[in-house]
C-alpha cells in the first residue's frame, strides 16, 4: 500500500509540475495544406488551421493568408470555408472490420463514431464507406443520403485479418475517383498492423500511393496494438492528422472532432496563370494568426500542363540581297549589257528560298498530323475485333523508353509510353480503348511517370486489374510485368526505344 501511494504522490507532483510549465508556454498553431490541380491554371487549395489545442482556429479573413510558389506570391480569387455547399467535402470512411474490433465492443462504438461524423457534414457533402479485414470491400459508394449512409454504417460487421497496406490503397482509388474531386479527404481506423501476408501491395507502395493522391488521411488508431510509425508516415506524407484512441470508448469525441475540422477548412482559389508549370515545384500558405505566421507546404506537380517543346527549328527569312560594285556585270565593249546571268541567279534564289519554304511547310504539317494521332484514342480495328491496338503510322513506329503491348498472338498491337498519363480500359476516353469488358465494362487503369518510375493507378471501383497475378490498386511497374484486365493481359517493358520489331 504504501509503495502505491508513493507512486500516486510522485504521479501527482508530475501532473502539477507539467500543467505549471505548459500554461506558461506558448502553443504554436499547425498548418496543413493540400492542393487539386484539375482546375489549372486554378489550384484548389485547402488549408486546415488548428491551435495549439488541435482546435480549428476559425474566423479568418483573406488578409490572414499569403500563398506563394518556389519563392513566387500569387493572388487568390475569395475565401471559403467548408461550410459553404460551393464547397462540398467529399469523405472515404474507411474501417478496420478485421476480427480483433470485435474486443470491448469496438466495432459498435465504431459505428457511432462513423454516424456521430456523418452527422456533422453539410448537404452538399458526400460520402463513401468501405472496410477492410481479409480483402477490401466498397459497402456504399458517394452519396449525400443520410439514411443510406446510416443503414451501409449499421451493416458492418467484424472477422478476418488485416490488409492495412491494401485498404490505404483502396482508399486512395475510391478517392480518387470522387464525383467533384476538389475537397477530398479519408477517414481510416485501424486497430492492429498488417503483417504482409494478406495485403497485395507492400508497405512503401501503399504510402507512395497515398501521398501520390493529394488529399489528407486523418488516420484514427484504436489500442495498443496499431503500427503507430506506419500510421504516422501516412499521415505525415498525405498533410493529414494522426489521432489516437486508447479505447473504444473515445472513438466518437475523435470522429467529431475530425467532422468538425473539415468544416472548419479554408478553401482558396489561386490564381496560378502566371506560373511556369514545366519547373512548379511547391505550393507554401502562410496564416496570419492573432499576430503569428506559420506556414506549410505541400508539393505541386504542373508539368503535365506544360507545352511540348516544338521539334522543327523556327522560320527564317532570307535576307535581302545587297548589290555591290564588285556583284555589278561589267560593261561590255560594244557598249551593250546583258541581263541574263543576273536573271538566273535571281531565279535560282527565288527556288531556292520557295524549296525552304516548302521543305518548313511539310515538316510541320508532318508534325500537326502525328500530334493529331498522338491524341487520338487507339480502338479495336473493324477488320479484327480481337486486335488490342492499331499499331501503324507514326504513332506505331514512335520511340520510346518504355510501352505496353498486349499479349498472345492475336493481338500484335504495341503502345510507347512516356510524359504524358496513359488510360487503359473499356470506357470511351480512354488512350488505349480495350475491346471487350468482360463483365467489367468501368475498369480502366492509368501508367505514368514519376520522377523515372512508371507507376500504376487502377482507376476501378475495387478490383479488377491484376499486376504479376495479384491485385493492384497502386503499383511501380518494373519490365515484364503482365497487366490483366477484364480478359485482357497486357505486358509492360523498358528499354531502349518501344518501336515494333
Known sequence: MVRWFLASVLCGALISITGLAGAGAQQSDQVRVSVDTHTYPRLQTTVTVLDGFGRPVTELNSQA????????????????????????????????TSGSMNEGNAIEQARQ??????????????VAVFTFSDTTQLVRDFTSDRGALTAAIDGITAAGNTALYDAVGAAVSTA??????????????????DEGSVSHIDRGGSLAGAQAGGFPFFAVGLGPSIDQAYLQDLTNGTHGQLLLAPSPQSLQSLYEAIG?????????DVDASGLDPASAKTLR???????????????????????????????????????????????RGDGGGSSVPLALAGGVLVLGVAGAGGVVYWRRRRRQAVSQELRTPWRPRPDNPGAVFVGTGPLGNMRADAWLESVGPENAGRFPLGEDPVTVGFTGDCTICLPDGAGLPGARFRVWRREGVYMLHNLSRLGGVTVGGKPATWAVLEDGDEIVIGASRLRFRMGDGGAPA
Do not use: C, M, W
Open 113 to 126: 463514431a462513423a454516424k456521430a461524423l456523418v452527422g456533422q457534414l453539410g448537404p452538399t457533402d458526400q
Open 260 to 268: 468538425t475540422t473539415l468544416r472548419q477548412q479554408y478553401i482558396l
Open 65 to 96: 493568408f499569403a500563398v506563394s510558389v518556389d519563392g513566387k506570391s500569387l493572388p487568390f480569387q475569395g475565401l471559403r470555408t467548408g461550410q459553404d455547399p460551393n464547397a462540398p467535402a467529399e469523405v472515404v470512411l474507411a474501417f478496420d
Open 176 to 193: 480518387g475517383r470522387a464525383p467533384a474531386q476538389h475537397r477530398r479527404a479519408v477517414v481510416l481506423l485501424s486497430d492492429g498492423k
Open 285 to 331: 500558405v502562410e496564416v496570419n494568426h492573432a499576430g503569428t505566421i506559420t506556414g506549410a507546404e505541400a508539393p505541386l506537380d504542373l508539368s503535365r500542363f506544360a507545352p511540348t517543346p516544338a521539334t522543327t527549328p523556327p522560320v527564317t527569312q532570307p535576307a535581302t540581297p545587297v548589290v555591290t560594285a564588285a556583284a555589278t556585270p561589267a560593261p
